[in-house]
């Protein structure tokens, strides 16, 4: 990937007028927070998670984002809040509620390949935001939800009050938490199949979302709105990581609906952001931790 404006690399970094643009967006992004913690030989640890990961990018971006979540009273609790501010993210409604903070055991094998051996929701399990948190996302240019176990709540509210919301349906294997209705856009992830890309996001307009957008991996991404059917291609990039590029995705695309670019536009710009993100380690620029 070529560089951009100012002679920066392409990794995480935005031109100036796409920073500036986004400086009159209040954005909130609202779930999952997690700590990948990859086991010996590695022994280090990301921090990460959807809803998490789309609030840093977004602030990043320029807007003023800000994430609402749980974490626990530990170590990669005050981890996670620490590196959330130093990304410029609103902490205010992050709370602290008894348990772990969320984390992922991720076992790196001679051959690259990357295995999950231990999952645990930790403190994102059972939070939902107070009336408190809802009143200042019902004042919020847009709402992302990532995992959140509340069986739509969130959404059914934002929708009803006419806030513009979306959420990765991907990254919630739990049908009673996956409603789709008034979202103004709901993602779903068809890296593995995308030929069936086409007729999942038409599953997702028929059962209430405005629009549908699929992410197809290196395949690219496609989008409809029920009366425009559009697909991109991905960047060609040669990948450090993959991790978060499908949050990544999500904030880039998100950024332009925002400045009202067409449809073709925002895959582009998703795409974009997706393959700088596959630059670098992490789903947003940070040095690796000791394990926490």
């Known amino acids: 990937m ?17 920073s500036f643009s986004m400086t009159r967006f209040r954005l909130a992004a609202v779930g999952d927070n997690c700590v990948d913690r990859f086991l010996p030989p590695l022994s280090q640890s990301l921090i990460g998670g959807n809803a998490l990961n789309v609030a840093v990018q977004w602030a990043r971006m320029g807007a003023e984002a800000s994430y609402f979540g749980a974490i626990g009273p530990d170590a990669a609790g005050a981890a996670t809040r620490a590196i959330l501010k130093e990304n410029g993210v609103d902490v205010r409604y992050l709370i602290e509620r008894p348990g772990v903070t969320a984390y992922t055991d991720i076992q790196v094998l001679p051959s690259g390949e ?25 004042g919020m240019d847009h709402v ?26 991907s990254v919630n294997n739990d049908r009673q938490h996956l409603g789709v209705a008034g979202l103004s856009v709901a993602f779903v992830s068809c890296g593995d199949a995308p030929d069936e890309a086409e007729r999942h996001v038409e599953r997702l307009l028929a059962e209430g979302a405005k629009s549908g957008v699929a992410t197809l991996g290196a395949a690219g991404a496609l ?52 393959a700088r993100t596959c ?6 620029p940070q040095s690796p931790m000791p394990m926490v």
């Open 223 to 274: 989008a409809s709105t029920g009366t425009d059917l559009v697909r991109v291609s991905a960047e060609p990039v040669v990948p450090i990581d993959t991790t978060g590029a499908g949050d990544s995705f999500i904030a880039g695309y998100l950024s332009a609906r925002l400045q009202k670019k067409s449809l073709e536009d925002c895959l582009e710009a998703g795409c974009r952001q997706a």
């Open 279 to 284: 630059l670098h380690i992490g789903g947003f």
């Open 114 to 138: 990357r295995i999950m051996t231990a999952e645990d929701f930790g403190t994102c399990r059972g939070y939902a935001p107070d009336e408190v948190a809802i009143e200042a996302l019902l």
């Open 144 to 169: 992302h939800i990532g995992w959140l176990d509340d069986g739509g709540t969130l959404r059914r509210r934002l929708a009803e009050a006419g806030v513009s919301c979306s959420q990765d349906i």
């Open 2 to 18: 070529a560089d951009i404006a100012g002679g920066h690399e392409a990794a995480g970094v935005f031109t100036l007028q796409e």
